[in-house]
């Protein structure tokens, strides 16, 4: 059973395929790491909305969650390796090192892409990313 599936969350996707130019397996590993976080810290029986669209030259996937939200002061630190947040965000309430979001950065930035969060303290958390379409687009 996934933790997706044991939490009862509600995973919403919507979009039309999107070629951007880069790796797709770096890329997945990238987008499963966004992902993984808001399931890790979404409460039960919440809702995570994913969205993949165009714009602007670039592919976007967002990802927004119900969940614990990031604290204002943690929000600059959160791509630094090692780093956990709060008590919330614990070793202890979650599996975790504080290396995910510093590898998915990495590869964000290996694909001249940009990363941006919103966060609010128990309202949940917000992840979009962009990186250049490819000349398939």
């Known amino acids: 059973m996934t933790l997706l599936t044991y939490k009862s969350i509600n995973l919403l996707v919507e979009g039309n395929e999107v070629y951007v130019k880069g790796n797709a397996d770096r890329l997945v590993d990238a987008s499963i790491i966004f992902l993984d976080n808001a399931i890790k810290y979404s409460p039960k029986k919440s809702v995570i909305r994913m969205k993949v669209e165009k714009k602007n030259g670039h592919g976007i996937l967002s990802i927004a969650d119900q969940g ?3 604290a204002a002061k943690d ?3 959160i791509f630094e390796r ?6 919330s965000r614990s070793k202890n309430d979650s599996d975790g090192y504080g290396l995910g979001l510093a590898i998915a950065k990495r590869i ?3 694909h001249s892409g940009t990363i941006g969060v919103k966060s609010s303290k128990g309202k949940g ?3 979009v990313v962009e990186i ?6």
Do not use: E, N, Q, Y
């Open 68 to 70: 614990t939200g990031i």
């Open 75 to 77: 929000l600059s630190h």
């Open 82 to 87: 090692f780093f956990r947040g709060d008590a």
């Open 108 to 110: 964000i930035d290996m």
């Open 125 to 127: 958390t917000t992840v």
């Open 132 to 137: 250049p379409l490819s000349k398939r687009a």
